[in-house]
């Protein structure tokens, strides 16, 4: 008897080890700035990964019934920061890291690091999701098989924005004015060229540069703006450059268009716009609040906002985990290689119409919305944001295929 008893509790303890084993969660390590100066976006960042992780995780997890679990990093806006949060997330198990918010700098040498991490331990390989950093280089000539990016690249966005100039004559001369790094200098590059070439009758009168974070007062660059007869801005400037631009040419009285990248997904932006008053405001993102027949994305703005007390505001960075998860199922593993290889042209119907990523990049192709933060008028924009009475007005909605752009990636495959 003793015996048989030992057997069974061998038994047990064996069902024991392996349904723990089969309980182990698949780690995902978020990688942004959670302290500093941009700590409310790195929030903003990781409230929406972890939405759709636990959503996930409520209608069942991965088709194997594993669940997802979101380890935490604070990158400090820092390459070196962000590698050692690196090692320490694949240290702790994570095999997929999700950032982003860190600039494209940052997420280059995450995906580097990630790359030889990856040649010196096979088997072993980690996975860099961007939902935001939006240089073309990481899709291009600095493309990586173990990086994914799931928003449209600066030049796509740009691209959206020229498709919308292109029906404006009104607009005449432009003043490419933008922040003194990599990003302002690519915004100003695609302008030039992207809304050139979709409006070669338009004059650029003019180009700056200015440091970033640095300028306390805009008058003197309005100013220059101002004497080179200038009717719109094409400007990179976010937080506090942009909110002192808008202020500036406001008290000046001078009734600019500026147009921007992703200005009215910064809590803030739409608070400024409607003190000034003065200005029109238009950006560009794959869906923007109050958007009008978008009922999946309403509903799940709706619920955010329920579970979380917080605003919706980037449907991308909602879709990481939902398509990471779509992934390892049609993977039928959860290797990164082949939830990498299942993410190759992978297509999936979202709450902003339907998205691909393209294989052979792997840049996301997925609509822009052309859109302006103007007064609530009951008609065109009917919700206010952030306490005001301004809103957004949809100017223009592009399908993924009239922003698709060609790539200059080489991949290397493992």
């Known amino acids: 008897m003793p015996i048989r008893l030992s ?15 089969a309980a182990e969660p698949f780690k ?6 959670l302290s500093g100066p941009f700590v409310s976006t790195g929030e903003l960042m990781r409230d929406h990964v972890q939405y759709a992780v636990d959503d996930v995780n ?18 400090k806006l820092s390459a070196q920061e962000s590698q050692s949060a690196l090692q320490a997330a694949i240290d702790q198990g994570a095999r997929v890291v999700v950032t982003g918010g860190s600039g494209s700098s940052v997420v280059a040498a995450l995906v580097q690091a990630a790359s030889r991490y990856n040649q010196r331990n096979p088997g072993k390989e980690v996975l860099v999701l961007n939902h935001s950093s939006i240089d073309p280089d990481l899709t291009g000539k600095s493309c990586s098989f173990w990086h994914f990016m799931f928003d449209a690249n600066t030049a796509m966005r740009m691209q959206a ?6 029906t404006q004559p009104a607009i005449q001369k432009i003043y490419l004015l933008n922040q003194d790094y990599a990003h302002g200098k690519q915004w100003a590059h695609y302008g030039r060229d992207l809304v050139g070439k979709a409006r070669p009758d338009i004059q650029f009168v003019g180009e700056t540069l200015h440091p970033i974070g640095r300028v306390k007062d805009f008058a003197p660059y309005v100013a220059k703006i101002k004497e080179a007869g200038a009717d719109s801005v094409i400007t990179g ?3 506090q450059d942009l909110a002192l631009l808008l ?10 268009r500026y147009f921007n990248h992703s200005a ?3 809590p803030g932006t739409v608070t400024s716009i409607s003190q000034t008053r003065i200005g029109q405001l238009t950006w560009v993102a794959e869906w ?6 978008r009922p999946q994305a309403d509903a799940r703005a709706r619920d955010y906002k329920a579970r979380t007390g917080k605003d919706f505001l980037a449907p991308r960075m909602d879709l990481v985990p939902r398509m990471l998860a779509a992934a390892v199922a049609q993977a039928r593993s959860t290797e990164p290689v082949k939830i990498a290889k299942a993410l190759e042209d992978l297509q999936m119907d979202t709450i902003v119409g339907p998205v691909k990523m393209r294989g052979k990049d792997h840049q996301l192709l997925l609509p822009q919305v052309v859109n302006t933060i103007a007064p609530v008028d009951g008609k065109l924009v009917k919700t206010g944001w952030e306490g005001t009475n301004y809103g957004f007005r949809t100017d223009a909605v592009y399908t993924p295929q009239q922003v698709e752009l060609p790539t200059e990636c080489q991949m290397k495959r493992p």
């Open 28 to 33: 995902i390590a978020f990688i942004d700035p």
């Open 264 to 266: 009215g997904g910064f």
């Open 7 to 21: 057997a069974l509790a061998a038994a047990a303890a064996c069902t024991a080890a392996l349904s723990a084993q």
């Open 237 to 239: 400037n976010w937080g």
């Open 58 to 75: 409520a209608k069942g997890g991965l088709y194997n019934g594993d669940k997802l679990q979101l380890l935490q990093f604070d990158s």
């Open 288 to 293: 923007h609040p109050g958007q009008a027949d």
């Open 247 to 256: 202020k500036s040419a406001a008290d000046s009285g001078y009734n600019l």
């Open 161 to 166: 924005i020229a498709n919308y100039i292109k």
